[in-house]
Structure formats: structure tokens, C-alpha cells
């Protein structure tokens, strides 16, 4: 899951090595019509969306976004754990490398 552009999309390669990319953007928009107005509310509709779609299609989420300085009412509202999760930069960038490294080994095998 990837997070560009003022939406989130699923990006993917099939098992030929052909990329693949679905657009996300409008379940996030539904979502953040629904909830609370903050400085990060945008940000936590897009996380959102994009752990509910992870979860069904079994995949992880890549993400540029981090969370900065979330009130004390989203952290009661998320919890101070998954707030914590997006708000560790070096967590998100090592989870990055390490899933852009799986991808390229991905695309050496199916070449």
C-alpha cells in the first residue's frame, strides 16, 4: 500500500512481473468525511483505509505518512499504541527499505 499524489492506492506485480496499481482514494475519502476534524485528519483516513484494505488482501502497507503531534482526544479515540506506530519515523522508513528491498528481489526472480 502507498500513500502519493493526495490518495492511497495499492500497488502490486503479478506473478509475471507486470505492474498492477488500484486506486484507493474515494474509501478514503468516505472515511474522512465521517470522523472528527484535526490537524491529522486527512493523514489518519488515509492510514485507515489503507490497514482495512491490507487486512483483506493479506498485503502491507508502505506509507510516507507519519503522524505529528496527534491531540490527546485522537490518541483516547486510536490509542496511544497504533498513534506511537505511525508516528516512528525510522520505524516506517526501515519497514520502507526493507519492503522495497523484498520487491526488487521479487522482480530479479521473475526475470
Same mark, same amino acid.
Given at each position: 500500500?502507498?500513500?502519493?499524489?493526495?490518495? #492511497?492506492?495499492?500497488?502490486?506485480?503479478?506473478?509475471?512481473?507486470?505492474?498492477?496499481?488500484?486506486?484507493?482514494?474515494? !474509501?478514503?475519502?468516505?472515511?474522512?468525511?465521517?470522523?472528527?476534524?484535526?490537524?491529522?485528519?486527512?493523514?489518519?483516513?488515509?492510514?485507515?483505509?489503507? &490497514?482495512? !484494505?491490507?487486512?483483506?488482501?493479506? /498485503?502491507?502497507?508502505?506509507?510516507?505518512? #507519519?503522524? !505529528?503531534? #496527534?491531540?490527546?482526544?485522537?490518541? &483516547?479515540?486510536?490509542?496511544? &499504541?497504533? /498513534?506511537?506506530?505511525?508516528?516512528?519515523?525510522?520505524?516506517?522508513?526501515?519497514?520502507?527499505?526493507?519492503?522495497?528491498?523484498?520487491?526488487?528481489?521479487?522482480?530479479?526472480? /521473475?526475470?
Amino acid at each position: 500500500m502507498t500513500e502519493g499524489g493526495g490518495g #492511497v492506492s495499492i500497488r502490486g506485480m503479478n506473478t509475471r512481473g507486470v505492474g498492477w496499481w488500484v486506486d484507493l482514494t474515494k !474509501f478514503a475519502w468516505e472515511r474522512y468525511k465521517q470522523g472528527e476534524r484535526s490537524s491529522d485528519h486527512r493523514r489518519i483516513a488515509y492510514i485507515k483505509t489503507a &490497514e482495512h !484494505f491490507a487486512e483483506m488482501l493479506d /498485503v502491507e502497507i508502505r506509507s510516507s505518512l #507519519v503522524l !505529528f503531534n #496527534v491531540s490527546r482526544d485522537l490518541r &483516547e479515540e486510536y490509542g496511544t &499504541e497504533w /498513534v506511537h506506530k505511525w508516528s516512528d519515523q525510522t520505524r516506517i522508513n526501515e519497514q520502507y527499505r526493507r519492503l522495497l528491498d523484498e520487491e526488487n528481489k521479487q522482480r530479479q526472480k /521473475v526475470q
